[in-house]
């Protein structure tokens, strides 16, 4: 979860410009996996069959994504695939002297990672292309006709993703989707590889009811009016003149952490925060992919925007808004001060009558 801190700092200045249990480890072998964590068990496990390893300072850094020369490595050590004798698969990113290009020689000659011109060994693996490689990698078999409300049957890694959803590797989020182009983390890549080696880790995935409003909650309410409308929350931060509910929702078919925002009881921003409140940092690519999934379908709902903003020097930054009846509404996209920023953020209006409206216009489309 953001620091509320951080989020009304952002918002000020976009508005001025995851069947069986199993017993539980008695030790840690990693001094960042807690006995305690989620994934402590596949972590473990397959630490135990030489297929993952930490780093020099005896940390595994499990919230961190993994990479796809990370993917390559634990492949192959999960398959005990030979290194010797493979033929360049000529990836031009992937140098003879580099590291990993004995492990990545190796899973392209086996077919498990897609035939292109780079391989990007360095760049965060997405959850598509993690499904593709398990699938290709221990030659799964299932149900291929399982679809998701952002993956359905012209998608092009479909059937990849329907079959470990049946084979009880990998399923979607609460909210139907399955968030393709969503980056995979080392402990999250540690339990779909667990998975798929050994059957005790599966899971039987069925999700949780989404949190349904009971009502609509508008710019303008008191803090006691949206509990009415929207209680339970996640948490609550209270900073004294501002405070924030924290509630687990979704929009456009992607899982968010939906954050209402208050000054002096008032709300005063509704925010969907499309990175779930991670604090991690995505390269300029990623950002690109999410503009290109989000805007679309805020167009839908909100029509022709008001103004955009694209820049990219020091970091990225997106920035379209929309003014209705109801509020204003900004879709901001970032990588600034190395983290990366995707959220909708819905607010009071910046006119009052039409003759401000089309001044407003007018001020943002010269």
Not at 198 to 220: L, Q
């Amino acid at each position: 979860m953001r620091d509320i801190r951080q989020i009304i700092a952002v918002i000020a200045i976009t508005c001025l410009t995851l069947g069986f249990s199993l017993p539980a480890f008695a030790d840690a072998k990693f001094k960042d996996v807690e006995s305690t964590h989620w994934a402590i068990n596949e972590i473990l496990y397959l630490s135990g069959e030489g297929v993952i390893n930490g780093f020099n300072d005896g940390s595994f850094k499990p919230e961190a994504d993994v990479t796809r020369g990370q993917a390559a490595i634990m492949l192959a050590n999960s398959l005990n695939l030979s290194l010797r004798d493979r033929p360049d698969p000529g990836y031009t990113d992937v140098p003879l002297d580099k590291s990993v290009y004995r492990y990545i020689a190796a899973v392209a000659d086996e077919g498990i990672v897609r035939a292109e011109r780079e391989y990007k060994p360095n760049e965060p693996l997405t959850r598509e292309d993690m499904a593709y490689m398990i699938y290709q990698a221990f030659n799964l078999s299932g149900n291929t006709a399982i679809t998701y409300s952002d993956v359905q049957t012209n998608y092009w890694a479909q059937e990849y993703i329907s079959v470990l959803s049946d084979q009880g590797i990998a399923a979607g989020f609460s909210n139907g989707s399955y968030q393709p182009l969503r980056t995979v983390t080392r402990a999250q890549f540690s339990a779909f590889m667990s998975r798929a080696m050994d059957d005790r880790y599966k899971v039987d995935w069925e999700p949780d009811p989404a949190p349904v409003a009971k009502g609509t909650v508008e710019i303008g309410m008191t803090e006691e009016e949206v509990l009415r409308i929207h209680n339970n929350p996640v948490d609550y931060v209270d900073l004294g003149r501002s405070s924030a509910l924290y509630y687990q929702s979704s929009k456009f078919g992607y899982d968010t952490e939906l954050v209402y925002i208050f000054e002096n009881g008032i709300l005063a921003y509704k925010m969907h925060d499309f990175m779930m409140g991670e604090i991690v940092y995505h390269k300029d690519e990623f950002l690109h992919q999410i503009y290109d999934l989000l805007k679309p379908q805020a167009d839908l709902e909100f029509g022709e925007s008001i103004y955009e903003v694209k820049a990219e020097e020091e970091y990225i930054l997106y920035d379209v808004y929309w003014e209705g009846e109801k509020g204003s509404v900004i879709l901001r996209i970032d990588n600034k001060d190395d983290s990366t920023y995707a959220a909708l953020i819905y607010g009071k209006s910046h006119y009052n009558t039409a003759s401000e409206k089309e001044d407003l216009v007018r001020k943002y489309t010269r």
